[in-house]
């Protein structure tokens, strides 16, 4: 009996053992098929998650952030104990103690499922296995990626330290709200940074893992405040809070940026605009998208935020001014169903999905509003961000008397007498206060909408290139199209001056004689005959009237004289185009390009003649805080020199690649000047001397205006999106040369300006500019004009070029000069002929002014 016992009892045994040398072998073979082919862990100790990429201005203020994953990396170290304990507690409370995994979770989590019959499945990762799904493995809940997270689990924590394993899993893991990591989660939920985070703050981003798409403060406030308070439970357990701390903190309440509790962190950042967004087109064209979304880039842009300000203000009055005195309104073609409207928390609602523009500030920050109803002549209207009064808020009958409705078929209808003549019950609006201008007390609420016209401002610094405002269009809300960048136009006479630096450069000067007469070319397009915005003639002209008084036939002429192909090249060589057209109407500004290249290019008539490229960014450093890019190339002599004598200024070397003679650029400086003297911009009067030109394209399409003083130069063009007349009065210097006035009077303010710089190398002579003759020292009056020379060069005076096109037999306003080739000198040393000798090609059809 006893033997058949040890007999039984020694069966059982073996196989007890059996079974558990077959299950060791079963699970040991499980691990090595599983754990063959598995990513390497190692990676992960050089691991970068990818972060944001900030903006600041030179002040270093953050004006803008672009990321896809919200995240802001931190440090081990540099993560509050307090934040850690939270979520250590709240995910895997044997953290610090475990290999990688948890098996007494593990098994609880299995007996769980099979209790409930796979109906409740709850997880039993460590805060190492999560790690692993979320950079090595994936999400999908099957058995095979728990098992390899275990297996990486254990290889990893034999290769990085708890700290470093917890420093991946607390930047990496995603809170909701797009935000990914905790310093991120601060700012979304509380706008803090972690060290300001209190026990219960700290408590409710830890409880977002469980649920961060469905954890949402507000909507699921109760599930989130029962799940922070068990996370506070946890710490008190765990020994990481006091109990009495535990007791206060769970008695607080839930607050949050998404309550209203706290300001958001956007509310510090300025509305997104244009500038901002063209450094992010430029630089994900530069390192790619992924690299600019994803790198933790810190950019140091080129805005001075006052003068952006500024330059949208002026844009956007111009465009409204326009836009106001043609009478025709538009509205916003947004509607709200009146079922909507019959409460105020349901029209607010409403309102806030509305897609219309609210980051515009003319004259007052304009708001979204709907039509609540109508009175007899007046509308009631609901503001956005506004409380309702008593009263209500009105738009009142002699608001909109300088609007007619535009109508289905086009036209435009009467100028209404009432508001119910423009608005109807629903209509989405945009409004702003009108305020006295004695003491900004308010008057009334008027209507606003953003113009159909559009266009685009840019200013930069002429030494450095350095941007320091860019505007667009009227609202960035409205169309993110940037039009100073993005916006092939056609110049227009804005061109003209490429075509007058070709020619001085050639031994022209700006005394040279230039016949202003018809002008017939055939075309493969039909008969050329381009004309003066005047319509008339005016005969034998100097150069610098020429460009002074904007005279199209003159510059055609003079760019025949000179060559087209010598005109495409100074085009080119200044960026204005890539590869220009060498047709003649192409001297007018008929072919297209954008107002950034302009405005570049005007910038190096201002400075001397020097190349200077536009940047909007001075600095890029990476996520370490090493340089990746310095626009400014330039040498700064003795800046490190600690013993400088007192007085002496450290020199900066400018190797810069000169582009145009020095006495061409002050020569044409001088003629851009008379522009604005008394030319085509005689509006223009900011304090300092300003040189420019207007530009205006056939049927008044687009218009500008680009200037310059001794240190800003800035352009501006308006017109529609869908090239159409602008109609009658429309004209770069009555356009553009009031936004230009505006920015520019601030610009002197701040950065001054004076006389421009005179070369060296020359002497004025005294010529009347009607004429052309030379005078006299002491000659004096309107006619007269000192005109600038080199050294060495004798000036021709009376000699007079036509391009070679027959000259209109009704002018006798001058002696037909038989043309012979003359030699002269360029600015570069080298001899040509100045004359008639010069071809062209095909020309095309147009001719602006």
């Known amino acids: 009996m006893l033997r058949f016992i040890f007999s039984f009892f020694g069966g059982i045994f073996s196989l007890i053992t059996l079974g558990i040398a ?24 050089q691991y970068t998650p990818p972060t944001i990429s900030r903006i ?102 034999d290769t990085l330290d708890k700290d470093k394993i917890l420093e991946l899993y607390l930047n990496e893991i995603f809170l909701g709200q797009n935000s990914y990591g905790v310093t991120a989660a601060a700012q979304t939920y509380f706008n803090k940074t972690l060290g300001e985070l209190a026990p219960h703050e700290a408590a409710t981003l830890a409880s977002m893992p469980k649920a961060p798409g469905k954890f949402h403060p507000v909507r699921n406030k109760d599930r989130v405040l029962a799940r922070r308070n068990f996370v506070l439970k946890e710490m008190a357990e765990n020994g990481y809070i006091t109990q009495a701390a535990y007791e206060a903190e769970r008695e607080l309440p839930l607050r949050s940026v998404q309550n209203g509790d706290f300001d958001s962190f956007k509310s510090a950042l300025p509305p997104r605009d244009y500038f901002t967004d063209e450094i992010r087109r430029q630089l994900s064209s530069d390192f790619g998208e992924e690299q600019f979304f994803s790198g933790g880039m810190t950019v140091r842009a080129t805005v001075e935020p006052e003068m952006q300000v500024i330059a949208a203000e002026a844009l956007r009055r111009g465009l409204e001014d326009y836009d106001r005195g043609r009478g025709v309104w538009r509205g916003t073609g947004v509607t709200i169903p009146e079922d909507q409207l019959a409460d105020e928390d349901s029209w607010r609602a409403a309102l806030a999905k509305a897609a219309v523009p609210r980051d515009i500030t003319l004259n007052g920050k304009w708001h979204p509003a709907v039509v609540l109803a109508a009175g007899k002549n007046d509308m009631r209207i609901g503001i956005e961000g506004v409380d309702e009064d008593a009263d209500g808020h009105w738009i009142v009958a002699k608001d909109v008397t300088w609007a007619g409705p535009l109508l289905e078929n086009g036209k435009v209808g009467r100028k209404a007498k009432k508001a119910g003549d423009l608005l109807s019950v629903g209509d989405v609006v945009l409004v702003r206060a009108m305020t006295k201008d004695a003491d900004g007390s308010f008057v009334r609420w008027t209507l606003r909408q953003v113009p159909e016209i559009q266009g685009g401002f840019m200013a930069m610094d002429v030494n450095t290139g350095r941007v320091i405002a860019m505007q667009g269009g009227f609202s960035y809300q409205h169309s993110v199209f940037n039009r100073a960048t993005q916006a092939r136009r056609q110049p227009g006479s804005s061109f003209k001056p490429f075509v007058y630096a070709a020619a001085l450069d050639s031994g022209y000067s700006p005394a040279t004689i230039v016949i202003d007469a018809p002008i017939e070319v055939n075309t493969p397009q039909g008969l050329w005959r381009p004309k003066n915005s005047s319509n008339k003639f005016y005969g034998p002209t100097p150069l610098r009237t020429g460009i002074e008084q904007s005279r199209n036939l003159m510059t055609i002429r003079l760019a025949q004289e000179v060559g087209m192909d010598v005109v495409a090249d100074y085009a080119e060589r200044f960026g204005v185009y890539d590869n220009m057209g060498q047709f003649l109407a192409n001297s007018l500004g008929a072919d297209e390009t954008t107002l950034f290249k302009i405005v570049a290019a005007y910038a190096m008539f201002a400075n001397g003649g020097e190349r200077v490229e536009p940047t909007l960014v001075d600095r890029i ?33 400018s190797n810069r690649e000169r582009v145009m003679d020095q006495t061409t650029a002050y020569q044409l400086t001088s003629m851009m000047k008379g522009v604005v003297d008394r030319g085509t911009a005689t509006n223009i009067r900011v304090g300092v001397p300003i040189a420019g030109k207007t530009g205006t394209t056939n049927d008044s399409r687009d218009v500008w205006f680009v200037g310059f003083s001794s240190n800003i130069v800035a352009g501006c063009y308006m017109g529609h999106d869908n090239p159409r007349p602008l109609g009658r009065g429309a004209y770069g210097g009555t356009m553009c040369g009031p936004v230009f006035n505006e920015f520019m009077k601030e610009a002197v303010k701040k950065y001054g300006g004076g006389a421009f710089k005179v070369p060296e190398d020359g002497r004025f002579i005294k010529i009347d500019r009607f004429t052309g003759e030379r005078l006299a020292d002491d000659a004096s009056g309107e006619h007269v004009v000192a005109e600038f020379f080199r050294d060495g060069e004798e000036p021709l005076f009376g000699l007079t070029f036509d391009g070679g096109f027959a000259m209109g037999s009704n002018l006798p306003l001058f002696n037909e000069i038989e043309e012979q080739g003359q030699e002269v000198t360029t600015s570069t040393g080298r001899t040509t002929v100045v004359g008639p000798k010069a071809s062209f090609g095909a020309v095309s059809s147009g001719g602006l002014y």
């Open 56 to 157: 600041y201005s030179g002040e270093g203020r953050l004006i803008d952030e672009f990321a896809k994953e919200r995240r802001l990396f931190t440090p081990a170290e540099e993560i509050p104990d307090l934040v850690k304990y939270a979520f250590i507690s709240a995910e895997d409370k044997n953290f610090y103690t475990h290999q990688g995994y948890d098996a007494r979770g593990i098994v609880a989590a299995m007996v769980e499922a099979a209790r409930s019959r796979g109906q409740s499945v709850r997880g039993a990762s460590t805060i190492t296995q999560q790690v692993m799904k979320n950079f090595l493995l994936g999400g999908e809940r099957k058995i095979e990626r728990k098992i390899k997270e275990i297996i990486l689990a254990t290889r990893v924590e």
């Open 22 to 45: 077959v299950a060791a072998l079963s699970i040991g073979s499980i691990f090595y098929i599983y754990g063959r082919d598995l990513p390497s862990h190692e990676a992960l100790a």
């Open 621 to 653: 450093q990476d996520r370490y805080g090493r340089t990746i890019y310095r626009h400014d190339q330039r040498d700064c002599v003795n800046c490190a020199d600690a013993n400088l004598p007192a007085g002496q200024a450290p020199r900066i070397f």
